[in-house]
């Protein structure tokens, strides 16, 4: 079982105007990066496949959000990476 901590970094962090997430290469092929809010809803849903590094720059809100990761089979990889945004 992969566990999230161990499998992306995200930098910079806290971000004003973009982020970066970047996966430990080879583990898996394709995937669903989410990121949601405290409060559990999802603001943004983005597919992946055989990338290792993934700009974000969507125009989120100040607070902090959650990055979870949905493999292509399904199964969401064990715990959540903070992420937080000052504008």
Do not use: H, W
């Not at 105007?17 to 898996?28: E, M, P, Q, R, W």
């Not at 809010?37 to 496949?49: A, F, M």
């Not at 607070?63 to 064990?78: A, P, S, V």
């Amino acid at each position: 079982e992969l566990d999230l901590d161990n499998f992306i970094k995200v930098y910079p962090n806290p971000y004003t105007n973009y982020t970066t997430i970047a996966l430990s290469g080879g583990l898996i092929n394709s995937a669903i990066i989410i990121i949601s809010s405290l409060d559990g809803k999802t603001v943004l849903q983005r597919s992946i496949k055989n990338e290792t590094v993934i700009r974000i720059d969507t125009e989120l809100s100040s607070g902090l959000y959650f990055i979870r990761l949905l493999t292509d089979k399904n199964e969401m990889i064990k715990g959540a990476k903070k992420l937080v945004v000052l504008r």
